[in-house]
């Protein structure tokens, strides 16, 4: 099954990225990495239009943006997260990756408990050093330190799915919420057209990635068959999201980075219906 995702703004992103529904607030939240800005915006579920409402920049790449249950947002920085209050207030709350290294922080989600993970991707030649960390009362745990370029997250019962996207691989593990305990790491799947990037989940138990390179969305199976794919005409597809009030609208981002002569899609929000709901977005717990 195919689906012809739209234009939803105006906009263009470097490398737009990380789309989060708040649900309590009815607004859209993303980023912008390389221009170290997250976004707000207001969905209209009619027209699937994205209104931007709000953008707020940091002094370094913004990798990803969660939001706990007050409107407070947690924003993932270069090496560290940051907390970001209502009322404009700023605290660091941790750092993730060494203050020389040369990585940064990537993708990120929060998990059904409220703890958020983050990733890393190298900004060199290295490969396999990459981490995925989780933040929680107890400070920062690295379930992961040999990555090669940490993406997508996503949470299906109980079990975390993950991507990896240079290999190629989705990942899945054992995750109990409620300790946070987990099993061991395997391979779910690999696609081997396009990068795997962003991702999310369905109500029916279904993963939706973005395919960088291919242009689209790729809804698969959790043992990675293909269900149905969302063509945006946008290159660099880096992340989807079901938003609006009753989930069923899929935000898409879009980059122009390395991109030589960007099209008139290129960069900017995109909108789908796909006939299925996606899942609450959990709230972060700050602890």
């Known amino acids: 099954m195919t689906f012809t995702a739209v234009p939803a703004s105006a906009g263009v992103h470097a490398l737009g990225e990380g789309p989060v529904w708040d649900a309590a607030r009815e607004r859209l939240l993303w980023v912008d990495i390389t221009a170290g800005a997250v976004h707000e915006g207001r969905l209209d579920p009619g027209t699937g239009q994205v209104t931007p409402t709000a953008r707020h920049d ?3 790449t913004v990798g990803a943006v969660a939001v706990a249950a007050d409107g407070t947002l947690i924003v993932a920085e270069r090496h560290t997260l940051t907390r970001l209050d209502p009322d404009g207030a700023r605290a ?3 750092r993730v990756l060494p203050l020389d290294a040369r990585s940064r922080l990537n993708d990120g989600a929060v998990d059904p408990a409220g703890r958020f993970l983050v990733g890393s991707l190298a900004q060199d030649g290295r490969h396999g050093q990459e981490v995925l960390a989780r933040l929680d009362a107890g400070g920062v745990t690295y379930l992961d330190t040999d990555l090669v370029l940490s993406n997508g997250l996503a949470w299906i019962g109980d079990r975390l799915y993950s991507v990896d996207t240079m290999p190629g691989v ?3 593990r054992d995750y109990d919420a409620e300790t946070g305990r987990t099993g061991p790491r395997r391979e779910a ?3 081997t ?3 795997p990037d962003g991702m999310c989940a369905d109500a029916e138990g279904n993963l939706w990635i973005a395919n960088w390179g291919l242009g689209r969305v790729e809804c698969r199976t959790p043992r990675g068959e293909l269900l149905a794919v969302v ?3 946008a290159a660099h597809t880096s992340c989807p999201v079901f938003a609006g009030p009753d989930l069923d609208v899929l935000v898409i ?3 122009t980075q390395d ?3 960007p099209g008139p899609g290129d960069g900017r929000l995109f909108t789908a219906e796909v006939g299925v709901r996606g899942l609450p977005t959990p709230y972060w717990n700050p602890f």
């Open 58 to 60: 940091f002094g370094s």
């Open 92 to 94: 660091e709350l941790a």
């Open 170 to 172: 989705v990942w899945v």
């Open 189 to 191: 799947f690999r696609i």
């Open 193 to 195: 057209e396009g990068l």
């Open 231 to 233: 063509e945006t005409g």
């Open 253 to 255: 981002t879009t980059a």
């Open 259 to 261: 991109l030589p002569d």
